[in-house]
T-cell receptor
């Protein structure tokens, strides 16, 4: 398995431009998470999906951020318009469905992508 | 919502020294506990996890962690560190009967001097 695949790895853009980050989760995983990592705030959960449906987007900073998951193998995180304070590393992660009554082998373990480092000038 | 506290954000130690990183969480229910590691320039990788059973968990690369329920803690330890252990270490918690959502601590930046 190629793991969680994110693109682009690096993006440098100017303030006001639209940014689209992409993620391909591990095949068979039905949870997908978007995290943002900064020095000041650490790892923050932005939004997560279960079976392509957004479950909790309370971590999305503001309306400039949006995320979609049109199918089980693809998700996007969009920032429009971008601002310098959006500069961060954005991680996508996926995990498998939990098993409630038995050993949770594999479940609840997030596998992270390599991240997309965004710099907004 | 559960929260995770990690202290001593920056740790500097010499090779062969012992390492212990503290992790405390706020949630009183049954939880799953994790330590993730992020090597310089890389993504987060799972170091070890605790779901149930023996509270002393052994992970990769000689790391272990102990779950102490009464103290709401899940401290990470390694008896003798190597230069290659230089990394950032994150403790994370999720609800045992909840969804797969993880709450992360702010991390410990560990630098091992050769």
């Amino acid at each position: 398995d190629a793991g969680v695949i994110q693109s682009p790895r690096h993006e440098v853009t100017e303030m006001g431009q639209e940014v689209t980050l992409r993620c391909k989760p591990i095949s068979g995983h039905d949870y997908l998470f978007w995290y943002r990592q900064t020095m000041m705030r650490g790892l923050e959960l932005l939004i997560y999906f279960n079976n392509n449906v957004p479950i909790d987007d309370s971590g999305m900073p503001e309306d400039r951020f949006s995320a979609k998951m049109p199918n089980a193998s693809f998700s996007t995180l969009k920032i429009q318009p971008s601002e310098p304070r959006d500069s961060a590393v954005y991680f996508c992660a996926s995990s498998a469905r939990r098993l409630r009554d038995r050993e949770l082998s594999g479940a609840n373990v997030l596998t992270f992508g390599a991240g997309s480092r965004l710099t907004v000038l | 919502a559960q929260s995770v506290s990690q202290h001593n954000h920056h740790v500097i130690l010499s090779e062969a020294a012992s390492l212990e990183l503290g992790c405390n969480y706020s949630y009183g229910g049954t939880v799953n506990l994790f330590w993730y590691v992020q090597y310089p320039g890389q993504h987060l990788q799972l170091l070890l996890k605790y779901f149930s059973g023996d509270p002393l968990v052994k992970g990769i690369k000689g790391f272990e962690a102990e779950f102490i329920k009464s103290k709401f803690s899940f401290n990470l330890r390694k008896p003798s560190v190597q230069w290659s252990d230089t990394a950032e270490y994150f403790c994370a918690v999720s609800l045992y009967y909840g969804n797969n959502r993880l709450a992360f601590g702010k991390g410990n930046q560990v630098v091992v001097i050769p």
